[in-house]
């Protein structure tokens, strides 16, 4: 198998064109039988006239806190929205902890989903406000600050919110002064910031349901602006003003909806830290098998979901995809996200995105809609201000852990039941947007139709269509996405109803970071429903790099290894600057739902332990990875009988 080499001419070409509109007025078209005869059928010779489709990949984060949340703040955040905003957009800012900070490139999108519980609350526990310190629970955490115990303080906030113990005389709630100018600022911020067609600044706010420290967090990104958004207040999960089922929240987005005339998505992340509630069977709030109201709801508010971040990757596991050789990566799996409850094995199916995706096969027979029918994307989640996820340029979860010699070693979370080490942060994730412009309006309503994919990081183009008429030569082209779009249905698309006789053929393609590392592989990885009602999922090497030659049991051999840890270096001597390939399933069943989506594979670099290690001249304790192999996973596409 071969990789199809990019002329250095046609990068653009092939996955990035910018159209200019002429700023001279037009003269009015012909009459229509004027034109008879002038224009031919034959496409224009211009190949980049006329196109509707998205040409352009915007990049962004959709999951950043600041001092706004409560957390951040006890943790030693320091920056606010505007400071969040100012550095995506590719300005210096000085860290929390005092060192100037800057991204390689900039983004060109930004969420800032800071939690809605307790909007404006540190900066006033923070600066000693009277009404807190007069509260016992509010002068022991303002205390603790004083004396420099800020990790201490956030700790005991995380475990008091998730038992629903924090003091309700000094907990900011919808309603209150406070509260509103929270929401006020964190708008204004976004309006100020927002530059359409330069840089989008996303209003939203995350939504923290942690009852008993199990994560079912939303973040919740509004299409609209703030004439729309300042209508309302975020929607909390202490009743009885809210509520930590997300029932409760789609019933709210609904209610905006009607209220505003507006639009809002949720994104549902952290699967992994869930133990066992993120995509349920069984409802954790009702104990009863969920309903098609359930589903249908699901379906149609959540259309997107936070598949890798720094608390871990959340594709897969390998107690779960025991074939997958690629599936120990990034784990964050000994408990929930306090660390207050050990995880157990039966847990598992129920927080990872393949099984979910395999599982939501399954009611979608029984129930007639599919509830996990989302896309993918990634994003930080990091609690610092600052959406810097590059493995040599990764600012931490929270500002405490920003860059120094001890961050690796020292633990991020540890309990009696277990402990999350520093050097366990994942340095990711991005989300990847396929729209027609950078504005709020464009990427909100590509996100709806799931045209998206997750990176760990690194900005790899990626293409992936589905179709019943794609033929070999169709990687050999140019443009992908024009053969793409005319023949089949992009990522997040469905097919249904297979022609007699045919079986769906992809098109799939990839293009390095240019700044990055070298490819290995594109994968699609299948799931199936067979008759009996299983389910089941294999994993395809569709394309690779160099001459390698699957063995007689069909693994292909690793694509090598470049890595100097000691000096945090890898060279591109391995690996291919692009693969593009039309695959076909050579299993397919016309009778049985499935879903194919794709994991495109880096070769080895260095792990920001390795960044660190070299940087600061220490030398990281043996358990701690030194390299990884970073990649991307696109939204699904799904066949329906």
């Known amino acids: 198998m071969r990789s199809f080499k990019l002329m250095s001419n046609g990068l653009a070409l092939c996955f990035s064109v910018v159209v200019v509109t002429p700023l001279i007025a037009q003269e009015p078209a012909p009459p229509e039988q004027e034109l008879q005869g002038v224009f031919p059928k034959k496409p224009p010779y211009s190949p980049y006239a006329g196109r509707h489709f998205p040409e352009r990949v915007y990049w962004g984060d959709t999951h950043l806190h600041t001092s706004f949340s409560v957390d951040a703040g006890a943790f030693g955040c320091r920056l606010g929205p505007r400071d969040a905003y100012r550095f995506a957009k590719g300005q210096e800012v000085m860290a929390s902890s005092g060192q100037p900070a800057r991204l390689a490139r900039p983004l060109d999108f930004l969420v800032v989903a800071d939690h809605s519980d307790g909007f404006g609350f540190f900066p006033l526990l923070f600066k000693g406000d009277p009404k807190i310190i007069a509260d016992p629970q509010g002068r022991r955490w303002y205390e603790m600050l004083q004396k420099g115990q800020g990790a201490a303080v956030a700790i005991e906030i995380l475990t008091n919110f998730g038992k629903g113990t924090i003091s309700k005389a000094i907990l900011p709630v919808p309603g209150t002064v406070a509260y509103q100018g929270a929401w006020e600022e964190i708008i204004k911020a976004a309006e100020e910031a927002n530059d359409p067609g330069r840089f989008t600044a996303f209003i939203g706010f995350e939504w923290t349901s942690n009852t008993s420290g199990n994560n079912l967090h939303r973040n919740i990104i509004f299409r609209d602006d703030g004439s729309k958004a300042g209508l309302i207040e975020p929607y909390t999960t202490q009743k009885p003003l809210g509520s930590d089922n997300p029932r409760d929240l789609w019933k709210w987005m609904t209610g905006y909806e009607e209220k505003t005339g507006g639009h809002a998505l949720a994104i549902a992340h952290n699967g992994n830290l869930s133990n066992g509630r993120m995509f349920p069977i069984i409802e954790s709030f009702t104990g009863k098998p969920i309903d098609r109201e359930y589903a249908e709801t699901r379906a149609l508010r959540e259309r997107l979901y936070e598949v890798t971040q720094i608390k871990g990757d959340g594709e897969t596991h390998p107690f779960l995809s025991p074939n997958d050789e690629f599936a120990n990566y990034e784990r964050w799996d000994k408990g929930n996200l306090d660390l207050t409850e050990k995880k157990k094995p039966e847990m598992l199916e129920f927080e990872y995105a393949r099984v979910a995706l395999r599982n939501g096969l399954k009611l979608e027979q029984e129930l007639g809609v599919n509830p996990y029918k989302f896309g993918m994307v990634g994003s930080t989640d990091a609690h610092t201000g600052l959406a810097a996820i590059d493995e040599d340029n990764f600012w931490g979860k929270l500002s405490a852990y920003e860059p120094s010699p001890e961050r690796a070693t020292h633990p991020l979370i540890k309990t009696e039941n277990a402990t999350i080490m520093g050097w366990e942060q994942t340095a990711s994730g991005y989300a990847a947007v396929w729209a027609a412009d950078n504005t709020r309006e464009a990427l909100f309503d590509a996100m709806q139709r799931k045209e998206v994919y997750a990176t760990t990081g690194p900005r790899m183009i990626v293409r992936f269509f589905g179709g019943w008429e794609f033929e ?90 470049t890595v100097d840890v000691p000096n945090a270096t890898y060279t591109n001597t391995i690996g291919a600057s692009e693969l593009i390939k039309v695959w076909k399933d050579p299993e397919f069943d016309a009778s049985q739902r499935a879903f194919y989506y794709v994991r495109v594979l880096e070769i080895p670099t260095p792990r920001w332990t390795a960044y660190d290690a070299k940087y600061f001249g220490i030398k990281m304790p043996p358990e701690v990875p030194m390299k990884l192999q970073e990649r991307a996973y696109t939204s699904p596409i799904w066949y329906t009988p």
């Not at 299948?526 to 294999?538: I, P, V, Y």
């Open 472 to 561: 070999a030569r169709d990687a050999n082209t140019r443009n992908p996405a024009v053969v793409g779009y005319t023949k089949g249905v992009p990522m997040g698309g469905d097919l249904s109803a297979a022609p007699v006789g045919k079986t769906p053929t992809f098109l799939v393609a990839a293009l390095k970071d240019p700044v990055g590392a070298n490819l290995d592989r594109i994968q699609i990885i299948k799931g199936w429903l067979d008759s009996s009602g299983q389910t089941h999922e294999k994993i395809y090497d569709v394309a690779w790099s160099g001459d390698r030659k699957p063995d007689a049991k069909g693994k292909l051999p690793p694509v090598g290894d």
